[in-house]
């Protein structure tokens, strides 16, 4: 599965941190980036397998099997192997997949996983669906630039900091990043203006940042922190998300990622290993490290 990864990429590739960010990034823009003229000019590829090949795609295996599989893969394998990302990649765009289908199609698939498999997939599918109602597929590919992301080493203490400092649940404050920015792997400015890792402001991170850097991971996610427990976390956490984010639907997202991080361990492994995917009118694109001299790839999933 590496390989086929490594072969993949060489072929091509909400309203408002109180008011306004870049989008939900790895799935759907729940705000439309600021897009290149070049960008919008390159030629969309044509649709090549999902990179999570061999078993996890061989249709003759059930899905549920192939599911639990990739799971296992990413609970157990070394973070940042090539298989381990195959594994998560394929979870991802499943979640999305049985998210856009019918909701019978998708009880199925869930009702033959095991009692942990089943949490970490109806979690992902429902936030799944409530980022896709925020928006429409994108006509431009984004102006953004994909980098490789803090390893999960290096964003942990980061939140556990930020936990101990304003106790704002550090779950919480790995799910605003994931979506905000599929937890640092986007750079980009919001077409309001949002920016860095956590998507803010910079009059709002002139309030919050303490004189930080608006760019640097822990001042962004220390910033993070202390405007949720400001808008009322850790005992208000819906309130606190929807001063973040005027909308309910963003609320329920970063909720179910949040809660399924404090149920599994192997959760936040999971998610860091996602990778960009975006709403283009032709289809979903995955933006790899190195966008956009490294080129979008269409994926079918």
């Known amino acids: 599965m590496r390989t086929r990864l490594a072969a993949l ?24 980036p ?53 594994a998560a990649l394929f979870e991802q765009t499943t979640a999305r997949s049985l998210a856009r289908g019918p909701r019978g199609k998708a009880d199925e698939v ?23 109602a925020m928006t429409d597929p994108q006509p431009k590919l984004p102006d953004w630039r994909i980098v490789t992301p803090p390893t999960p080493g290096e964003l942990r203490p980061l939140y556990r900091r930020a936990q101990r400092e304003t106790g704002t649940p550090w779950e919480y404050l790995a799910a605003v990043h994931l979506v905000e920015t599929r937890m640092g792997r ?49 005992r ?18 970063v909720s179910a990622y949040a809660e399924q991080m404090r149920r599994s361990p192997a959760a936040y492994d999971l998610y860091w290993h996602w990778q960009v995917l975006y709403r283009h009118q032709s289809g979903t694109m995955l933006l790899p490290e190195g966008y956009p001299g490294e080129k979008a790839v269409r994926i079918a999933d």
């Not at 208000?236 to 997202?253: E, F, I, K, P, T």
């Open 110 to 132: 869930l009702g033959a996983l095991g009692r942990a498999d089943r949490a970490q997939l109806r979690s992902d599918i429902a936030a799944a669906r409530e980022l896709m």
């Open 9 to 32: 990429t060489a072929i091509t590739a909400l309203s408002a941190l109180v008011a306004g960010c870049g989008g939900e990034p790895l799935s759907d823009p729940v705000r439309s």
């Open 34 to 86: 600021s897009t290149s003229s070049s960008s919008a000019a390159s030629p969309v590829p044509s649709p090549v397998p999902s990179p999570a090949a061999t078993s996890l795609d061989d249709p003759s295996v059930p899905l549920a099997e192939r599911l639990a599989q990739a799971l296992a893969t990413v609970a157990s394998g070394e973070s940042g192997s090539g298989d381990v990302r195959d």
């Open 186 to 234: 986007i750079r980009g400015t919001s077409t309001a203006g949002a920016q860095g890792p956590m998507q803010f402001l910079p009059s709002t991170f002139a309030q919050y940042g303490a004189g930080g850097d608006i760019n640097d991971p822990g001042d962004a996610i220390m910033a993070a922190g202390r405007m949720l427990a400001n808008n009322g976390a850790p």
């Open 236 to 253: 208000d956490m819906a309130g606190a998300l929807w001063a973040y984010n005027h909308s309910d639907r963003y609320v329920a997202a």
